[in-house]
């Protein structure tokens, strides 16, 4: 038990020294020389200022992420081997007696630890985001945020871990097709209800108030067979300045959504684009394809979890403090290896995000047929949330569901062999 904790601390220190010498000094950011002064170049819509407080918040922000994943999974590691999960166990089946009130009473205890033992972490981002001024949250805001997550993510993990529980014992040789037929619809069910239900508990929506700019977003809806009457308007300004829209929910629940800070931000040209740019994602069913590759990759990583977790106990059982998967107290082992999987698999879902949005920027420039809007909001999407125009290769692998601004810039730039430059000067 000692030399695991050990070497799990060495090997988070060693990985903590290289991620910080690639994220400060070994990538490089800078631009190919021959985009330097196009519409591409950060220093030809950023100052100096912005330039500089871009690279450090990025670099720091891409720091504190590559660092929390591996906290993580140490976290739930030693919560197995220091033996925490079984007395939350032990605690929960002296405290009830009916099955659901155990479940519900050892994952109170296990989120609550969790939450605690990554606060400061999460602390440390809000006020990283803070000092830099990309959030405008209070305190006591963002600790309310907090308590939100904590009790939606209580109420969901307890429905999926009692399911998930119950299947074992019922199977435990076929149990992570169970959960994974089970995984389906409650998956549609979260996106049914989320724009009604979860998103409403933090932040207040509302109709937007430009009736003229509405009108002309549903012209757009209404050519994308998006069934809206509304777009909604939705106070972000009072949590952040950076900028955002979006189209979500299924069926009758589909909402179009402008953040505030884009409306007081942007042009009217500028918003089009983008939420051209965001129906694209409806029209070429985009939502369905995310909900198709989620359900693949749960189904492959149910069944890689449910082997590894037989290997471990089987294996290092009296390490980890667990005899029988059936036990409520595998948990954390199950959350560890879902964590490290997930991690393992973002690279592709990435890069398959990536690829839908190239497909969504190119659906919004032949339907807007303006490339001066769409490079001035990509610029200003970059501004707002002092985003580096080319980051680091492995923070484009792990974190980047977009194409790099660089990237998106250059696309809008190249369209149709007309440079967005010359048409600018044009005009």
């Known amino acids: 038990m000692k030399k695991v904790i ?32 196009s519409v591409a170049d950060p220093s030809t819509f950023m100052n100096s200022k912005e330039l500089l407080l871009s690279e450090e918040y990025s670099q720091i922000r891409n720091l504190l992420f590559f660092l929390g994943i591996p906290f993580d999974w140490i976290v739930y590691l030693f919560i197995l081997v220091l033996g925490v999960s079984v007395k939350f166990r032990t605690w ?3 405290s009830a007696k009916i099955g659901a009130l155990q479940v519900a009473i050892y994952l109170f205890w296990l989120s609550l630890l969790v939450e605690v033992v990554s606060f400061p972490l999460g602390w440390v981002r809000y006020s990283l985001s803070k000092s830099y001024g990309i959030t ?15 009790w939606v993510n209580y ?26 037929l089970c995984s389906v619809p409650f998956a549609l069910f979260l996106m049914f209800i989320q724009p009604v239900v979860i998103d409403p508990l933090y932040n207040d929506f509302y109709q937007l108030t430009d009736k003229k700019l509405e009108a002309k977003i549903l012209e757009l809806a209404s050519q994308a067979d998006i069934p809206a009457e509304h777009v909604f308007e939705v106070n972000m300004s009072e949590k952040t300045n950076s900028l955002n829209a979006y189209v979500t929910g299924i069926g009758a629940n589909s909402r179009i959504v402008l953040w505030d800070t884009t409306l007081n931000r942007l042009s009217d040209r500028e918003i089009l684009f983008i939420m051209a740019h965001e129906m694209g ?8 394809v995310g909900i198709g590759g989620y359900l693949l990759l749960t189904l492959v990583g149910l069944f890689v979890t449910a082997k590894i977790m037989n290997y471990v106990v089987k294996r290092w059982g009296n390490l980890v403090r667990i005899s029988d998967i059936r036990d409520i107290s595998a948990l954390p082992l199950f959350l560890l290896i879902i ?53 680091p290769y ?6 980047y569901g977009h194409p790099t601004m660089l990237e998106r810039i250059i696309y809008i730039d190249n369209y149709q062999d007309k440079p967005i430059k010359e048409e600018i000067i044009e005009e």
């Open 281 to 288: 994602h409806y029209v070429m069913k985009h939502i369905y």
């Open 92 to 94: 929960s089946r002296a």
């Open 339 to 391: 964590s490290v999987l997930t991690f393992a698999a973002s690279p592709f879902e990435n890069a398959v995000s990536r690829y839908q949005e190239k497909t969504a920027d190119n659906y919004a420039i032949e339907l807007m047929h303006d490339k001066e809007a769409a490079v001035q909001s990509f610029q200003e999407l970059t501004k707002a949330g002092l985003s580096q125009v080319h980051p």
């Open 6 to 37: 050990v070497w799990s601390l060495v090997l988070y220190l060693l990985f903590g020294v290289f991620i910080s010498w690639y994220l400060f000094f070994g990538a490089n950011t800078t631009i190919p020389n021959e985009l330097v002064g």
């Open 155 to 180: 109420a969901m993990m307890f429905v999926i871990v009692g399911v998930l529980f119950w299947l074992i014992n019922k199977s435990t040789k076929r149990w992570w097709f169970y959960a994974w």
């Open 136 to 150: 405008t949250q209070s305190f006591n805001g963002w600790m309310k945020d907090v308590v939100i997550d904590f």
């Open 394 to 399: 492995l923070v484009k692998l792990f974190r």
